[in-house]
């Protein structure tokens, strides 16, 4: 038998597919791109309309009367959008460096199997996964009983911790660092702390980048605490300004006082539809230009997690 029969007959050709499975799979795998692409193309070509355009003849792939009014709109509004800007990488950048340490610590802890509580503390961790406790009973304890009504920190504490994270930081931890390393640097005298900063955290960036890639899209997409917590607009994030400005589109006319513009003039040569895919663009520009930078490590962290869990 030659040695292409032997490899025909083998075990490998079941792992070829034939032309036609390639072809469908490709044009399946194109329809997919299209959808994720699709969309995003279509708030550019928004943005970069013309509001007359957009109001008789709606939305299109490319615009029919370029313009640049949306962007130059948002640039007299300088203040109110350099302040929600500011605001948005505030929080993201402290609330992902908490959220990170946080939860990677946790894991760590209930990953050791020499450590007695770990067993109660994975329950803890746990039942938030599958009982939430309710919107009204968050709300109390942030506002009444933690006091961080109208507060930065309203934003980034109730989203530092979450229980997919840790599980994922868990497992990673239990099925990646030997017990042998942690050992010898006890027996070295090195400090918890010492062996968690030193030893740990250098050789867990996968898992690091992929809970540090989780925190920074929640953080930075989330509106939702603001519309709780939030009633001073000084502390608007970017994401609560644009919610603001797709439920009303004069949301951004509230400071014509301080541009000494009337109100009515204002509202009436306010670009509206096209100056909301604006900001939704300028919106998702940063991430789209920082993912590919952690897409190798958040794939990686994001398979040890699921797949040996």
Known sequence: MSTRTAYDTGLEKFNRTHRVVDVIFHLIFIVLALICVIPVVVVLSISFSSEDSIRETGYHILPTVLSGDAYAYIAKQGTTILRALGVSVLVTVIGTVLGVLLTASMGYVISRPNYKLKGFLTWIVFIPMVFNGGLVSSYFINTNLLGLKDSIWALILPLAVSSFNMIICKTFFKSTIPDGLIESAEIDGASQLRIFFSIVLPISL??????????????????????????????????????????????????????????????ATMPKESARMAVAILIVLPVACAYPFFQKYFISGLTVGAVKG
Do not use: E, H, R
């Open 206 to 267: 996968p898992v690091i980048a992929t809970i540090g890639l989780f925190l920074c899209f929640a953080y930075w997409n989330d509106w939702f605490q603001s519309m709780l917590y939030i009633d001073n607009q000084n502390l608007y994030s970017l994401q609560a300004l644009l919610n603001s400005l797709m439920s009303n589109v004069d949301a951004l006319a509230k400071n014509a006082a301080s541009m000494g513009v009337s109100y009515a003039v204002l509202v």
